[in-house]
């Protein structure tokens, strides 16, 4: 049977709305204007932040730290360790030194997404970061500002992926791979393990980047090689021109 009322020793303020099915867990803290929905079980030192929205039948496992203004859907799942809503890198530069740039969105997630464990989504720099219904995070993921994950895609660990890119529906992205900002990844693609995306992909099916597992030795001979194509290619060039054009 599920859990029912408040801890003694959380923190609950007093503008909070904490519907009477809910749990809220040993050192909890449930900030001003926070919501939590019915049936939503709080493990032991959540934190949700002000104004933020914990849907009905969500599981925080423990430690799991809502920034300001993140609405969860129904039925999350956020496993220990997550955190949501962080402020996302955004610097800019004045002079030699860096200085932050404020970031007012937050974070949308919607109803049956899975969070794993230290898992981290930042907060939008002005929209908010967006992840859609059905999607799943698997441990030790980064989610940068403004990223869009559309429904039902699946992330494998340690993937990186950078601000505002967007990723669409049903794809899934294995372990290691690295995204970088700004680009689109449409409906349907899969890309296999330490890929990295530097451009957008407009079509669905299956994407590899990468060198492939191989005896050292083997590496390293073909490293020497990698070295030489610029060298390679313009002399292939020269006898192609001597053979067929006579130049």
């Not at 430690?63 to 129904?74: N, W």
């Not at 930042?122 to 980064?142: H, S, Y």
């Not at 940068?144 to 950078?162: D, P």
Request: glycine share 14%; hydrophobic share 40%; net charge positive.
């Amino acid at each position: 049977p599920l859990k029912q009322g408040v801890h003694p020793t959380a923190l609950v303020d007093e503008s909070a709305k904490v519907d009477a099915s809910a749990w809220i867990g040993a050192h909890c803290v449930v900030a001003a204007r926070a919501v939590i929905g019915a049936r939503a079980q709080l493990g032991p030192a959540c934190l949700v932040g002000e104004g933020s929205r914990v849907g009905d039948d969500c599981r925080l496992l423990a430690r799991v730290t809502l920034m300001d203004g993140v609405r969860l859907g129904r039925r999350v799942t956020l496993h220990p360790g997550a955190v949501i809503g962080s402020d996302g890198f955004g610097m800019a530069k004045v002079g030699e030194a860096w200085k932050p740039v404020p970031q007012l969105g937050g974070v949308r997630i919607g109803d049956d997404v899975d969070i794993g464990a230290n898992t981290t989504v930042d907060r939008g720099a002005l929209e908010d970061t967006v992840i859609g219904d059905g999607v799943k995070i698997d441990n030790q993921v980064q989610v940068a500002h403004n990223v869009v994950i559309g429904e039902h895609t699946a992330i494998a660990g340690c993937v990186g992926i950078s601000g505002s890119a967007r990723i669409g529906r049903r794809c899934t992205l294995a372990g290691g791979v690295g995204i970088v900002g700004h680009l689109e990844i449409t409906d349907d693609v899969h890309i296999t393990g330490m890929s990295m995306v530097t451009r957008s992909i407009t079509r669905p099916g299956t994407y590899s980047a990468g060198t492939p597992l191989m005896p050292n030795a083997q590496w390293r001979r073909n490293a020497v090689r990698m070295r030489s194509l610029d060298e390679l290619a313009r002399e292939v060039k020269e006898l192609y021109n001597r053979v067929f054009f006579n130049k």
